[in-house]
């Protein structure tokens, strides 16, 4: 897979005047990594942050996914529900959802994740349905390095069902996937929990409108996106 390289500015060009809203690992954040945080004091892995460009009129506001989580201890009142999130959205074409869940439901039976998954798919319609232009955006799991606790208790076996469910809850909707695992698949690096930058650097393109992509990039990125 062809990693191509991204520039500020183009980067820059194609966000402009987008919100974006993202419910993934703090990870995920790497890609602002030229926005300016504004300092809300958080826990550094769980957040929630807020990054901003003044120039470019860029918000992207990051909050962990709720309960389970198994990072550092968090005050309950951050914790918060994608689906409540979503139906605080006004939504529209200028707006960005960015969502991920998987890892942290691996010491869960997957009932639990699929309940989860079910309350996120009917907000994600209710958001549609009240603005139809906005861009949301999921990310599947990826595979990572299997130690002996990790094969015991969160295994790419499991994560592998996590996806298959993920994929077929959302199927049909308005709603684009960054394929996470195919992409740590079809790569020649090593398996992370968190994949290393060059695999970060092929999801940005993702994240954008299909439309803006072409004429901003000036090239043609690999397909690692599709709509269900």
């Not at 980067?11 to 809203?21: H, K, S, T």
């Not at 529209?92 to 009932?111: I, R, S």
């Not at 199927?171 to 790569?187: C, P, Q």
């Amino acid at each position: 897979m062809k990693v191509h390289p991204w520039r500020i500015r183009r980067l820059c060009a194609i966000f402009l005047l987008l919100a974006v809203f993202v419910f993934v690992s703090v990870f995920a954040l790497r890609f602002m990594d030229v926005l300016e945080e504004f300092d809300l004091h958080s826990p550094e892995t769980a957040g929630p942050y807020i990054l901003m460009d003044y120039g470019h009129n860029i918000l992207v506001k990051y909050r962990f996914h709720g309960p389970p989580i198994r990072i550092v201890p968090v005050s309950t009142s951050d914790l918060h529900y994608i689906a409540n999130e979503l139906d605080d959205l006004t939504g529209g074409p200028e707006t960005v959802v960015v969502f991920c869940a998987w890892a942290h439901f691996a010491t869960y039976p997957m009932e639990i994740y699929i309940r989860r998954l079910q309350s996120i798919r009917r907000a994600v319609v209710r958001l549609l349905d009240r603005a139809p232009d906005t861009l949301v955006v999921i990310r599947t799991g990826n595979l990572k390095v299997l130690t002996l606790s990790v094969s015991i208790s969160n295994s790419d076996w499991h994560s592998l069902q996590c996806d298959k469910v993920l994929k077929a809850v959302f199927r049909g909707l308005n709603v684009h996937l960054i394929d996470a695992w195919e992409m740590t698949l079809a790569h020649h690096l090593p398996h992370e929990l968190h994949p290393p930058p060059p695999i970060i650097e092929n999801m940005h393109p993702r994240l954008l409108r299909p439309s803006t992509i072409p004429a901003a990039l000036g090239t043609h990125h690999p397909t690692t996106s599709k709509t269900l």
